[in-house]
């Protein structure tokens, strides 16, 4: 008797260890991979949520350089990291954008703050026109 006792007392403190553990965190971060090769995004979809830190890491499969900009896009806190490339091409500078070379990955966080879907594209000369776009939808909580 005292061993199923003892059995049930323990029984009870793992059920209310489980309970008590934290949820999950509302604000954790985000984490997107994208795989960037001639002419695509691998996803071409990507969905978000506003209010949290998002972290892209854009690996560049390819044997050219490539990069990932979303042109109009409401966000806090940017920070990229990556190869630099000349934008002259842009007419505007886009939102948020991370460029690669062939073989590299560049990073760039930034946090979401309006929802919407929004186009996000490869803006190395010529590569949005060979079909290198993609869609990021931004949704609320």
Known sequence: MRHFIVFLFAALALALA?????????NASQVVTLDANEFKFEPATVQITTGRPVKVI??????????????????????????????????EEPAVHVAAMNGKTGELEFTPTSPGTYEFVCTVA??????MVGKLVVVNP
């Not at 560049?60 to 002259?88: C, F, P, R, T």
Request: glycine share 12%; aromatic share 2%.
């Open 18 to 26: 489980a309970c008590s553990a934290p949820a999950p965190a509302s």
């Open 58 to 91: 854009l690996r560049n499969k390819g044997s050219i350089e490539h990069d990932w900009s979303v042109m109009k896009l409401a966000v806090a806190g940017k920070q990229e990291s990556g190869d630099a490339h000349g934008m002259s091409n842009m007419a």
């Open 126 to 131: 010529g590569h949005k026109e060979a079909g």
